[in-house]
Structures are given as C-alpha cells and as structure tokens.
C-alpha cells in the first residue's frame, strides 16, 4: 500500500461536487489500505479527504507549518500532524514521505504545489505519479495552457502525455495511481 499525498483547497466557499470527491477520495484510500498526507487543514477539500479517510478507518497524515498552526487552521481531528517551520520544509517532507500525487481542485497554493510537483517530474528529481482529479472539468483551462506552452514552444508536446494522468472520478485516479507504482 502506499502514501499518497493529496493536493487540494483549503477553501471553505466551494461547490458540494468537490466536497464530494474529495470525500470519497479519501474513503477509496483507506478502504484500499493507503496513507493519505495533505496539508492538515480542516476546510475545503482537504478537510473532506481527511474525513473520508478517517470515517473509513484510514490513516492522515498533515504537514503544516507553524504560522498556519497559530492561525488555528489545523484539523483537530488529526492525530498524527507534522509541524514544520514554513512552507518550503513543508513540500519538501510532503514529497519526500509520498510515493504518489493525486492533485484535486483548488486555488493558487494547490496550482503551486501541483506545479512543483510537475517540474520536478519533469527535470527527474522525483518520478513519483501525478493524477489530477478533473472533477466536472475544474482542470480543463489548465490543460489547455499547458497546450498553449507546447505550441508555443515553451514545453515538449510529449510533457502533456507523460508527465501526468487525468482522472474524471475518484476511482479511476486511485486506480491510475495504484496502476503507475
């Protein structure tokens, strides 16, 4: 089984639709024995995962730094939360404890995170798997920029093909993610 870390919002003003699959997302994971690591925030799509996971009897890890602590936007529900000293060491243990990507939909510090994770696949420091979960299209415009950057030449075309998998359900980026490890 693996550790798969889950990018998503934190926000709280967002559709049911994503709540949703983020929800079972995280029952999926720990229904098939793997660990969840995310952000350890208690709203959004991020907090859904957590409860998902942890309704179904799995395991959450969350790596948030301090500031966020302070700011009291730790999930109390987590039992297992690493406290780091600022964003950077976060996405740095974030990526070095996982062994798989899933990216749901969310805001700029997903899109950050996401990107990281994409560049470096694609320079080879890490060649874990990225699923984005494409819930009712939410990654649709971001695909067409990329495309946009390989026809301007700014990416290879091939990037596109393998650098990351697009799922159209929680199921199916599970399975995607369980099928590239």
Known sequence: ??????????????????????????????ERGHQC???????????????????AGGRVQGIIPKFMVDNGWC?????????????????SLMAEQSQAVIALPGGVGTLEELLEAITWRQLGIDRKPIVLLNTAGFFDHLLAMFSHC???????KS??????QMASSPREALDMVERSL
């Not at 550790?3 to 949703?20: E, F, H, P, Q, R």
């Not at 952000?39 to 799509?45: E, F, L």
């Not at 390989?150 to 290879?156: D, H, K």
């Open 37 to 55: 690591i995310n952000g350890g925030g208690a709203t959004g799509v991020m907090g859904a995962v957590t409860d998902g996971a942890l309704d």
């Open 75 to 91: 999930y109390d529900r987590l039992e297992d939360v690493l406290i780091t000293a600022d964003m950077h060491q976060r996405k």
């Open 150 to 156: 390989a026809e301007e030449g700014f990416m290879r």
């Open 1 to 30: 089984m693996a550790t798969i870390l889950v990018y998503g919002a934190s926000s709280a003003a967002i559709d049911k639709k994503y709540v949703d699959d983020a929800r079972e997302l995280g029952r999926l994971m720990a």
């Open 159 to 164: 990037h596109i093909q393998e650098l990351w």
